[in-house]
């Protein structure tokens, strides 16, 4: 079979296929990634031994799980744009435009009420731990508008500016869609790594305030490119975009994340942070192509099935893991002074931290069950 033949079907066989086993691995992959960073983040640096902790290296490893959040952007824009990709498949460029009331309807109904659920657990537990936040920081982040300014930003849930930029690009997928629709997926991709370059360039050489410098690299624009590739997967998947074959085996991908990797030890030279999330989003398109491409009708590994359960409730799970590991610091910081533990030079900080994943994992669980889960139910209804 000629290599172009066998492009042909593959392409078939994606546009036509239902629900997505490996994106629930790679959610669930993406999600553990984030927990384990953030365990790290607590054992080494807000809730550390009194040596600063021990084996720093691991701390740099676990510290790459934040790599997780890109990968989310990437799958985030491959779902959103699937069922629409799809329906352009169908009736080509004369399809209509989708009911983008309808769309946001949707979107706020699976989304926001579990996002409002998780801020209200969290608030609770950081009363429970001592802690003490401004109602103008709760309120910023009940609106998903605390990503804009440093005050605000990390609020009483950190991990949750992830949440207000994916608002933001939810409001711009309809100009996305509109490019697509009149411009094809390959011109739209150059259009929207212009905007983001553009965008990235311009904050290393406007300066701003130290209040909104920070945040500005996490509006929308800085992360563009790096959802809007997941759609471009969505366009292969649904039929409508050809790739090379080279494209379906896992190498260009890894290498490309080889590169992201190496661009943290150089991001400070020449301006190259720049290049880094939009690098790293097309390390993790390349992945996900790979990884569909290669999705197979058999029974999955272990490792797999595991991964697609947390997979379905990685939402609650990326909504609570902070929350509890920030109520944990406090017995951290109090078992890392115990004379025991500085005699023998124990790392404390890091067991407790890391003991407190089952617990996540279980309450992960429980929420989905009675909070996600009928939000989910709501917002097919719409």
């Avoid at 090379?244 to 400070?268: H, S």
């Amino acid at each position: 079979m000629q290599p172009s033949r066998v492009m042909a079907v593959e392409t078939r066989t994606v546009a036509t296929r239902g629900r997505w086993e490996r994106v629930d691995q790679l959610r669930g992959l993406a999600a553990l990634a984030v927990v384990v960073c953030h365990l790290a983040v607590s054992g080494y640096r807000d809730a550390p031994n009194l040596d600063g902790g021990p084996w720093p290296w691991l701390a740099l490893l676990l510290g790459f799980g934040y790599l997780g959040v890109p990968f989310f952007f990437v799958i985030s824009g491959f779902c959103i744009h699937l069922p629409h990709a799809r329906a352009l498949a169908r009736a080509g460029s004369s399809a209509p435009a989708p009911r983008w009331r309808h769309f946001f309807a949707r979107r706020f109904w699976r989304l926001y009420p579990p996002y409002l659920a998780a801020l209200v657990v969290a608030l609770a537990l950081w009363w429970v731990a001592g802690g003490s936040v401004s109602w103008l920081t709760v309120a910023a982040q009940a609106l998903l508008v605390h990503a804009f300014h440093t005050t605000t930003f990390d609020g009483v849930n950190p991990p949750a500016w992830t949440l207000a930029v994916e608002a933001q690009l939810y409001v711009a997928y309809p100009a996305v869609f509109w490019l697509i629709a009149r411009l094809g997926a390959l011109r739209t991709l150059g259009a929207v790594l212009g905007v983001t370059m553009g965008y990235r360039l311009a904050l290393t050489l406007v300066p701003l305030p130290i209040e909104l410098g920070g945040p500005a690299w996490e509006v929308f624009l800085a992360r563009w490119f790096e959802w809007v590739l997941g759609a471009m997967v969505a366009e292969w998947a649904a039929g409508r975009l050809t790739l090379p074959r080279l494209l379906f085996t896992p190498w260009p991908g890894l290498v490309a994340l080889a590169g992201g990797v190496l661009l943290e030890w150089y991001a400070g030279s020449y301006g190259l942070y720049v290049l880094k999330e939009p690098l790293y989003g097309v390390a993790f398109a390349l992945l996900l192509c790979s990884a569909l491409a290669r999705e197979s009708a058999g029974t999955p590994s272990t490792v797999a099935r595991y991964l697609g359960r947390v997979g379905v409730y990685s939402y609650s799970l990326y909504l609570l893991h902070r929350p509890i590991q920030l109520a944990f610091e406090p017995l951290a910081r109090e078992v890392a002074t115990w004379p025991s533990v500085v005699a023998h030079g124990l790392p404390s900080s890091l067991l407790i931290m890391a003991a407190t994943t089952p617990l996540v994992l279980w309450a992960s669980r429980l929420f989905y069950r009675y909070c996600e889960r009928p939000s989910i139910r709501r917002s097919q209804a719409v």
